[in-house]
Each structure stands twice: as C-alpha cells, then as structure tokens.
C-alpha cells in the first residue's frame, strides 16, 4: 500500500483555570483547617508521595513541607504507590526522583519499605493495610490527584480514598483489593476502607490537585478527614469538567506517541481513548470508539513499565524492547488486570503498522481513514486528525486548524515524527 490519509494539525482550546501561585495557595487552603491545633511542634506528619506524573507534585509537596515544618512539625514523605517501582523500596525511591521528588529538594527524608501493618477490617470483613513507616507517624497528611479512574465509574474514583486503600497499602494491600475489585463495586470498597483507615489511623488532612486539559494544576483543595468524601465527589465533578478530550468520539485508528505510568495508571487515559472497563456494578457510557489503537513508544519516566499495552492493537517493537517486563508484569497482576501486559501485534517501523492497520478498517479505502495521533493522553492540546475526521465526524471539542492539509511523512527508518 502507498497511500495514507491527508493529514492536519489541530490547536484544542480546554477550561483554563490555573492555579498561579502554588506556595501561598498551600498555605491558604492548609491554614484554613487550623492544623496547628492538632500538630504539635516536634510531632511527626508522614506525607504520601505517589507514582503519577502529577502537574508540580515536586513543588505541592515541598510546599506541605514548608507549611509542616513552620507549625514545628516534622514532616517526613512515604512513597505510597502500590506495586509499583518493580514493588521494592529502593524501586519506589527510585520513582520519585524521576519526578524531582528529593530529599534535597522537598526538605525531608523519604522513608520507603513495602512493609505494612494491618490497622482493622471493614464491616464487610475486608483488612485494611497502612504502610509500615506511616503507621510510626503522630500524623499523615495525604496528597493526591482527583480524577476520572481508567476503570472504575462512580462519584468517587481516584484521590484521596484511593491513595489510602492502593498507595497506602503497598503491594500488599494493593493486591488485596484489587482481588476483592474483581467481585465488588469500585466505590463502596474505597469508601469502606478509607473509613477504617481514617478511623484507626492518624489521618490528619488529606490535600488534593485537580488538573486542566493542558496537564496544569487548575485547583488546590484540602480537607479534614471528615471531610474527604465530599470534597472528592465535588472536585471530581470538576476533573470532569477540565478533562482533555479528543476531538472526535471516534477513529479508525488513534497514534499515540508514548504511554507511561506518568501518564496515567493504565498507561493512557482511556477516559480520554476509550475501552475502559467497567467491573461488576460499575457502568460506563458514552465511550470514546476506536476501531484500532497503535502505540509507537513508551515515556521516559515509566521506568520500562509499558503497563496498559495489552489496551492497544498494535505497537512498535522499538517499544516492546524498551519493556521492563517484569515491572510490566508485577504492576498488571497486583492489579488484577493481567491482560494489561499483553503484547500487541508489532512491526518494525510505523509505516508497517500503517500498513497493516488501515488496510482493515473495513470498506474505507486507507486514504479515506479517519485518523488521530497525539503525543501521550495527558498533552492533547496539539492533535494531528486526518481529513475524513474532519468531514465525516461531530467535533467534541473547540479547535483551530493550524496546519494543512499535509502528507504523511515518515524518516530513513520508515517512522513517523512525534506530534
């Protein structure tokens, strides 16, 4: 086959609310729940550090440092992350520096074991799992992401109550409930154990960032333990909200640079791409469709770990090389989601996956496929789509067309350029 689709550059305009000034923003919203009258100067305060490529986390946990350390705490952070980091200690140390999340640079010590200690049950029976080192802390204060989960649906997803029942419980805890997840609806589970785990443990405050469409910190949030239900139904609502989206629910096939574990949990968003699952009660509607899905590489800061490629039809093996499989493996078994390692169908070069993929997209001709190609599923601001997208699709979101229509180019390699 020698002929592609005609290609164009699109620039997407998102809600851009930022937050300016992250510093004195965590000072504001942390000052607001007068924490002073329950941290004692000299008293301990153990911080989660996750393994998500959160927008400023270096920052928003230095910042919580600095607040602690002015109340005459003394702050320490816990790498709370799951299996993650080949689930090892230095592994997980290893993550956060990938992030610049230092002791040099955060002003205090990162303690990491994957040992835990079980602090109860739930009503329903299910153990509850603290890592060990901050379960040895007067206080802790958990800082996390709000946003759409990749596969579960419902008024709470991934935050704060996550970050207590997965970062929290290290493999250990992870692997637990991913097991229970198989069986049981996603939101009673984390409300559940984030009960116990508020109740037996020394939650403190929990903070929370939501992001924007363009990968920024849009809102800081923080709350009292009592309070943290719903706070992360209202900011989730929000996340929602400032989602970066595609620009049409549909493709014949979807390019993506890169996936990672930065990236998000799956790899790539598939809030943002589709073919997320929906476990037990949990329902989810109105999907992003792509016929294929064509992964070319993997981020940096994955470490190797290519931990939703088994969502993908084809792939490069420039990518399957740079697999830590083992990492790979360990994270998609923790969590129940063994399929997430599997290795898509792979070629060489990109021409070659073109090749293969438009020639079976049914009765389109490939010169008539409707394509997309994105950086990563966090970056979407710039987005390549072919002219059939333009054409024959409802747009979902606000575009300006900087480019083209242009022909598909590839290098000496056959390989395309990242967008």
């Known amino acids: 086959m020698s002929t592609y689709p005609r290609m164009l550059r699109l620039r997407q305009k998102f809600p851009r609310q930022r937050v300016e000034h992250i510093p004195a923003t965590i000072r504001d919203v942390l000052g607001k729940l007068n924490l002073g009258t329950k941290i004692k100067p000299g008293q301990s305060v153990a911080l989660t550090a996750g393994s998500r490529g959160i927008a400023n986390i270096a920052l928003i946990l230095k910042s919580t440092v600095q607040y602690l350390r002015d109340l005459g705490a003394l702050p320490y952070l816990v790498p709370a992350m799951g299996s993650h980091g080949g689930a090892t200690a230095e592994g997980q140390i290893g993550v956060l520096q990938t992030y610049g999340i230092t002791e040099e640079y955060v002003g205090a010590p990162i303690r990491s074991s994957m040992d835990v200690i079980h602090v109860g049950d739930t009503p329903e029976g299910w153990p509850v799992y603290l890592d060990k080192n901050a379960s040895q802390a007067d206080h802790i204060g958990v800082v996390a992401r709000v946003k759409p989960h990749t596969s579960y649906a419902g008024l709470v997803e991934s935050g704060l109550l996550k970050m207590m029942m997965i970062g929290l419980g290290k493999r250990h805890g992870a692997a637990h409930y991913h097991r229970v997840l198989l069986e049981q609806p996603y939101d009673p589970v984390v409300r559940a154990v984030s ?32 309070d943290f239900e719903p706070t992360e139904e209202r900011l989730l609502a929000k996340a929602k909200e400032w989602l970066g989206r595609l620009p049409f629910h549909e493709a014949d096939l979807l390019i993506i640079d890169e996936i990672g574990k930065d990236i998000s949990g799956s790899g790539m968003d598939t809030n943002v791409v589709g073919r997320k699952r929906a476990l037990r009660s949990d329902t989810v509607t109105n999907q992003p469709t792509m016929r294929y899905i064509f992964l070319r590489g993997l981020t940096e800061h994955t470490h190797g770990n290519a931990c939703g490629i088994g969502f993908a039809d084809f792939c490069t093996t420039r990518l399957v090389k740079g697999m830590d499989y083992n990492v790979t493996r360990i994270n998609c078994v923790t969590s129940g989601y063994p399929e997430g390692a599997n290795i898509a169908v792979h070629f060489d070069s990109d021409r070659e996956v073109l090749d293969a993929a438009l020639n079976i997209i049914g009765s389109r001709s490939p010169e008539q496929a409707r394509v997309m190609h994105i950086k990563n599923t966090l970056m979407l601001e710039d987005v390549e789509v072919s002219e059939a997208c333009l054409k024959d699709l409802k747009s979902m979101t606000d575009f300006d067309v900087l480019k083209g229509p242009y022909d598909v180019t590839f290098d000496a390699n056959g390989n395309l350029a990242a967008v």
């Not at 009960?195 to 929990?206: E, N, S």
């Not at 924007?212 to 923080?222: F, K, Q, R, S």
Request: proline residues 6%; glycine residues 6%; neutral net charge.
């Open 195 to 226: 009960r116990v785990m508020r109740a037996k443990a020394p939650i403190a405050f929990g903070l929370a960032t939501v992001e924007n469409g363009y990968d920024e910190t849009a809102l800081l949030a923080a709350a009292l333990p009592a």
